[in-house]
């Protein structure tokens, strides 16, 4: 099992979400941190790639996490945006790798499975959940509460990993 908080990410060029969560020993799991990382279309790309980097590793230097898990990219729709997209992540990869933090990545539909159950759920639905499994006041921001879905099928998924060592012994 992870021991220690994890981040979860939700990439993007223009609005990066994020979120922290540490499960505690007896299972619950806290929200220590979670936002969105926007990026002003006025700037030039490179400082856009730039700014997402050093706010991901501000993120990390406050929170400490011991892993990141990433969103794998979905299909754009066109080859510009899927080229900046590419670039943001990568940005956002290397602020997590030169952290020292393990990567881990998952599909859109192994988030949606995680957290809702159905690998075709709306980002709505994902947003409603999130907050009901943390036991939120209010729903995150669409991107923060992509990113804490992200977070949470990492935690599920680990617990699954960790429930197969056992029964293989």
Known sequence: ??????????????????????????GRINVLGAGVIRTSPKRSFPDR??????????????????CAAFEQVFVARNAG?????????????MAAINNDLEIFEYSALEVKRAVVGYGRAEK?????????????AKPPPQDASDAL?????????TKVQDLIKLELG
């Open 49 to 66: 790639l730039k700014h997402l980097y050093e706010s991901l590793c501000r993120v990390i230097a406050e929170f400490s996490p011991v």
């Open 149 to 157: 879905a992200v977070a949470l099928c990492h935690v599920q998924s």
């Open 1 to 26: 099992m992870t021991i220690g908080p994890v981040l979860g990410v939700d990439p993007g060029s223009m609005a990066t979400g994020y979120g922290v969560i540490e499960q505690t020993k007896n």
């Open 81 to 93: 945006a899927a080229l900046k997209l590419g670039h943001a992540r990568a940005a956002l990869l």
């Open 124 to 136: 709505h639905q994902v947003q409603e959940m999130v907050t009901l499994i943390l036991g939120l």
